[in-house]
């Protein structure tokens, strides 16, 4: 095995590398020119921010010139305000020529300020100020209007030697032709990434623009006063943003431009973290050069995507080497499918993981940004560890060569076969149900045994005394109790059933009052404990009203799941969940742990812990030798959910030290893997809870402050929608191919029933973890069927949940552009997130329909 598992790891990392290679092909471009035409030049650094009057010092912008001297033949500035009014003088001694701009916007009298001082620096500089810009983006930005820019523009050409015009986009110019009667020339902006223009094909669409405006403008000088492309941001349509990219266009457009004869200036020299707060992430990334002035990709050299990927790659093989180790502990019976299974799982993840990382490493940090991705890490984590235990279950379920520990028949004659003593608990339940439970015990094929009926805290006679009259007929084995008061629920019920249990009586069988056993139930599953070491034999729990109405075909088709996948991968290692029905446990050990426990809702899952912890052994089968009833509404079927997840969490809560290794335990590490994975995805129900509420916040933050908040990183998109897709994904192919279901329509059934109860889960793992004293929810059996304005009222979170991510996803399509992938994938996650709560809304109704509908809706069994 040894071998095989290094082949398949040694054959998928080679996969991994070669992908990382084929994708990081370098690219052969143009070279970039010795000297290049301009550069727009704001000389900001990490901590300047000239929005709050946060300048970089004279010293810092002559350190700037320095650096682009030898490089350019001109920069392009956008103020005089401040410390920059010094760029004309500093320019000049680096032997750089100015194109000096004035900001412009709604503030009127500091223009007027900003103007003059733009006219009195022009006039002092006239040997490298070459030609003026009045104005910045003023008309785009709607912040004056065109007859004032005019005004201002014929004023600064009355006063100033040189050629005078105003930036806008090249649209900005076709719109307002008339523009142009008041400049010297035409200073356009180029900028196809914002127009989501694709890659390969930016450069030729300047030149068309171009074309178009030289046809629209004869005779008139034509300036790109910005061109470039960003190296980190969204994708806005088929622009993609990223260093490679950005490489790739200004190389292109260098070239280009040297042929068509353009004057031009790239936007920009240096990286402007400053800019997040106006133009959204992407603003901080137009740069030649980073914020630390080193240079971002290569100049003269083929292009790689990510010049460090020979590191990253390794770093990916490596920890997916290790994760795939960890996958593979005790996993002897797995076969080739299964590992190599894993194998990919474990190198797609991790590779995922290190990209994305890196990727956000490439980031200028904030304390805002270090907290989101302090978060996205962590989440990203929790996922990726849910789907590794998730892909473990799927390998487990399917590919294996044998089972371990299937249950194997033992031969033992009836004068050794043990006395048993059957527990009955009941509360409030129907008279006739419960009969047709203790006839189906009475017909048992067994020498030895005794049931015990225990009716806890039922107040009306009607209901209880039927029962006793009725186990007095049956006979002597058939002892009832009416207790009440009573404490303790089910768990305290069951422990006076102990009390008053036969002193011969060394194996204790509970079954819940709904199940109908079949004769040869305890004859075939009592002989397993003549296995000293083995405490705890459980039968699958199994539903006799399948086809009863819809609701309960597409409630079975989910509860199957659980006990024909989870509980026999959980058998492997001894590890089951013990249930409270069709469940037998040596009465020794039961009484060695205390009994059952009543500080948690879910006594019988505690008490199989606990039994493990003591070093014991439990048998499972997947053959049904009992039949009960499910819920009739899915209030119920809700409640019953909740009361599971409640009790998981608080039985987590209390026996943390032993599931973490550091109590004192018998446990070992398979069974303390399968407690604490199995309830993980629960707990993963719970986060999304939380992640529902962040996302209905920032979506509303979107549509109120749309210029200040970008969408989320597309990581936050990706992340719940791989997960869903995965056990989705997962649900079809193992229902299928475990045979659990025989339909298409069936493993649908499954997966929406699923689905259905995540909010119910959710909300019990809060408060599972943080509370306790919630009281032991019974499930009602043979019930009427719920009103449908009731149906509709036992789902009014999951409803108001849906409706607001439904009205969060509408909004951001009517009132935000979705021409780019992160608007488009987190649209589409609101979506996908608001599906268990559609379909608890649709469950809930289908559990109102009337029996005769439903039964014409199902044709067939599950079973």
Known sequence: MMRINIFIAVLVATVTYSLWA???????????????????????????????????????????????????????????????????????????????GAWLDSRLEKNLIEIENLISIADKNRKNVVRVVVGNEVLLR??????????????????????????????????????????????????????????????????????????????????????????????????????????????????????????????????????????????????VYDAERNAKFEFIKPIVGLPQWQMLAIISVIIAAIVFALLLIDANTLNRRGRSFLAMVAYVLTTVVVWIAYDYSRQYMTAGALVVGILMMLGMIGVIIVLLIEAHEWAEALWVKSRRRELKAVDVSDADLPMVSIHVPAYNEPPDMLIKTLDALAALDYPRYEVIVIDNNTKDAEIWQPLEKHCSILGEKFRFFHKSPLAGFKAGALNFALKETAPDATIIAVIDSDYCVVPTWLRELVPQFTQADVAIVQAPQDYRDSNETLFKTICFAEYRGFFHIGMITRNERNAIIQHGTMTMVRRSCLEEVGGWSERTITEDAELGLMIFSAGYQAVYTSRSYGKGLMPDSFLDYKNQRFRWAYGAMQILRHHAGELMGRASHNLTVGQRYHFIAGWLPWIADGINLIFNFAALGWSLAMIVLPQQVDPPLVIFSILPLSLFVFKIAKVIYLYRGVHIVTSVGETVAAAFSGLALSHTIAKAMWLGLFTDGRPFLRTPKMEKSMAFVKAIGTVSEETLFMLALWLAAGALYYTISIDTWDIILWIMMLLVQSLPYFSALCLSIISALPKSKAKLATSHSLQ
């Not at 980190?232 to 457009?253: D, H, M, P, Y």
Request: net charge negative; charged share 20%.
């Open 22 to 100: 084929f994708m990081n092909r370098p690219e052969v471009e143009p070279m970039w020119p010795e000297t290049i035409q301009g550069f727009s030049f704001s000389p900001m650094r990490l901590d300047h921010n000239p929005s709050t009057g946060i300048q970089p010092t004279v010293e810092e912008i002559e350190q700037d010139v320095a650096l682009l001297s030898g490089k350019t033949h001109s920069i392009r500035t956008y103020t005089v305000e401040g410390t920059l009014a010094q760029v004309p003088v500093l320019a000049r001694k680096h032997g750089l020529n100015v194109a000096l």
């Open 142 to 287: 709607k912040e004056i209007s065109i007859e004032r820019l005019c005004k201002y523009l014929d004023h600064v050409r009355s006063q100033v030697g040189m050629p005078v015009s105003t930036a806008e986009p090249w649209h900005v110019w076709v719109k307002h032709p008339e523009l142009a009667q008041h400049v010297d020339y035409l200073a356009v902006h180029m900028l196809p990434y914002w127009e989501g223009v694709g890659n390969e094909v930016a450069v030729d669409y300047i030149v068309e623009r171009m074309n178009q405006l030289k046809q629209l403008f004869p005779g008139k000088p034509i300036v790109i006063a910005e061109v470039g492309w960003p190296s980190n941001g969204r994708t806005i349509k088929s622009a993609t943003a990223n260093e490679a990219w950005q490489a790739i266009f200004l190389r292109r457009f260098l070239h280009r431009a040297e042929q068509e004869k353009y004057t031009y200036y790239l936007m920009e020299a240096f990286d402007q973290p400053w800019k997040r707060v106006s133009e959204g992430s992407v603003g901080a990334y137009w740069g």
